[in-house]
């Protein structure tokens, strides 16, 4: 796993460049108005301006909230749980879908918990009282989204997760979903009823990928392209545009077959030439 990490900051890998965006916020928003002494004035502005309200009329006062509060934490405790269990999870999911998709992954699955916590705030009374001030941060809910995609895909990978060495991966993720239900009566119960809303999109994103249907295409970035890329390109005498266009899309639609292979019957059940093609997919 340390070398997997240290290869993802060498390529600029989309996992690296999210956590390095939430540690870089919460210096900001919390270590640094520490440090000066403004915490009071500083954190209730950051957090006004990044936390998710339950309330529709004042979401509408900040809409980007919706995303912005997936980036923004606590405490340290906080932090460092979301950021272990994103890289964890993230980069088993990676394995199998490639770098490009994890910011889709993250940004529509912490989109649908931000979606679902103002749903339930809004309609259950148990929520009436608190619906005018209550607000959601945190990256949870897009963590649940890659542990639930990662999960659609192999559900029975085998992997080492706290005191189990070799837990299939479909156990890990439901353990977290029954924790989150039985939950929702704490004193946390929007974090995690996002929670919930993370996963549910997590795998309908699969789904529908594994459909041929990739909506999270408007999120997708290439990191380690953009940080490799030359300043300046010429390019001449380029014919085959359309030739390019057609193989990427063959190479989706055989992308989708054995991710379909995956789920119905594992990773290993893959030809070499299967697994060799999502190895070089995955590192496009």
Do not use: C
């Amino acid at each position: 796993m340390l070398n997997d990490l240290k290869n993802d900051i060498r390529n600029g890998g989309a996992l690296t460049m999210l956590i390095a965006g939430m540690i870089i916020i919460y210096v900001v928003a919390n270590v640094f108005p520490f440090l000066m002494g403004w915490q009071n004035e500083s954190t209730t502005f950051i957090h006004q301006y990044l936390a998710f309200p339950s309330s529709f009329h004042r979401w509408l006062q900040h809409p980007w909230t919706i995303i912005t509060y997936a980036f923004f934490h606590a405490d340290v405790f906080h932090i460092l749980f979301n950021l272990f269990a994103f890289y964890f999870f993230g980069d088993v999911l990676q394995d199998f879908i490639g770098k490009k998709h994890i910011v889709p992954v993250f940004i529509i699955g912490s989109i649908g918990g931000a979606s679902l916590y103002m749903l339930f705030y809004n309609i259950f009374p148990f929520f009436q009282n608190t619906v005018a001030n209550a607000d959601l941060i945190g990256a949870s809910a897009g963590v649940m989204a890659i542990l639930l995609a990662a999960t659609t895909i192999t559900p029975e990978l085998p992997i080492g997760f706290l005191i189990w060495r070799d837990l299939k991966l479909k156990y890990v993720a439901l353990i977290f979903l029954v924790i989150d239900l039985v939950s929702i009566v704490s004193s946390n119960a929007g974090g995690h009823i996002a929670h919930l809303g993370g996963a549910l999109l997590g795998y309908f994103y699969i789904k529908q990928l594994q459909n041929g249907n990739d909506f999270g295409k408007l999120f997708q970035f290439n990191f380690s392209k953009w940080k490799n890329r030359k300043r300046f390109q010429v390019h001449r005498n380029q014919p085959t545009a359309n030739v390019s266009a057609k193989e990427k899309k063959s190479d989706e639609q055989t992308l989708n077959k054995i991710l379909e292979k995956i789920s119905a019957s594992g990773y290993e059940s893959l030809s070499k030439t299967e697994k060799e093609f999502l190895k070089n997919y995955n590192e496009q």
